[in-house]
């Protein structure tokens, strides 16, 4: 059983770039978050998503989007990147209403030059 | 808005010692996580952690939450070299979908 998947593992963008992150869940979860992770600090809440829709957000301006399929993978978006983009961004699977914990996948390293 | 605050930030112990690190938050909440996370990996799940006066043990690492004070531990037993790592403890919001992080502990045990 595979677990949370994400890809790329590691991007390298240049300023005002755009770029689209990718995340699939834990077989069997239907809840997929989005975790920014700078070096040397905790992960930072991005948003939420469930049944295709955004359920929470944290302090991201709207640069941040993204959206969940119906397979409840699910894309992080971030466009007009910044050099402080730069980070470790983590996608995390849950299954909603369960009390198991959340699994994270390896991330994807972004630098942004 | 909630806070989740974790001390120390650092800490370099001897194997074989004991040692205990803390985590406090500000709003009211009934579910708490522990994650391990080694250099340039992902998160690594330890505790969940439901309700007040929950303790749960895992070889040489025991966490317990104390909703009332808001305060959770992560307590090592005889630490080994293996348990170095950065440790975070991370909080739901009640009602809320969104876990929010401590800046984590980082653990260095000297052989």
């Known amino acids: 059983d595979a677990g949370v998947t994400q890809s790329p593992t590691h991007l390298i963008k240049t300023r005002g770039q755009q770029v689209t992150l990718r995340c699939s869940p834990k077989?069997?979860?239907?809840?997929v978050s989005w975790y920014q992770q700078a070096l040397g600090q905790g992960p930072q809440f991005i948003f939420q998503y469930y049944e295709e829709e955004e359920r929470q957000r944290g302090n991201f301006p709207d640069r941040f989007s993204g959206h969940q399929f119906p397979n409840y993978s699910s894309e992080l978006n971030v466009n007009a990147l910044l050099l402080g983009d730069s980070a470790l961004y983590l996608c995390?699977?849950?299954?909603?209403?369960?009390?198991?914990?959340?699994?994270f996948g390896s991330g994807t390293q972004l630098s942004v030059l | 808005e909630l806070k989740v605050e974790q001390n120390p930030l650092f800490l370099s112990m001897q194997e074989g010692k004991n040692y205990t690190i803390y985590c406090n938050y500000s709003?009211?909440?009934?579910?708490l996580y522990w994650y391990r996370q080694d250099p340039g990996k992902s998160l690594e799940s330890l505790f969940v952690?439901?309700?007040?006066?929950a303790v749960k043990q895992e070889g040489r690492l025991m966490a317990s939450l104390d909703t009332k004070a808001r305060l959770s531990t992560l307590h090592i037993t005889a630490a080994v070299h293996d348990l170095s790592a950065t440790y975070f403890c991370a909080v739901q919001e009640n009602r809320a979908d969104k876990i929010i992080f401590g800046k984590g502990t980082r653990l260095h045990i000297l052989p």
């Open positions: 077989s069997g979860h239907d809840t």
């Open positions: 952690l439901l309700s007040n006066g």
């Open positions: 709003t009211t909440s009934d579910r």
């Open positions: 995390a699977s849950s299954l909603t209403g369960s009390n198991e914990k959340l699994f």
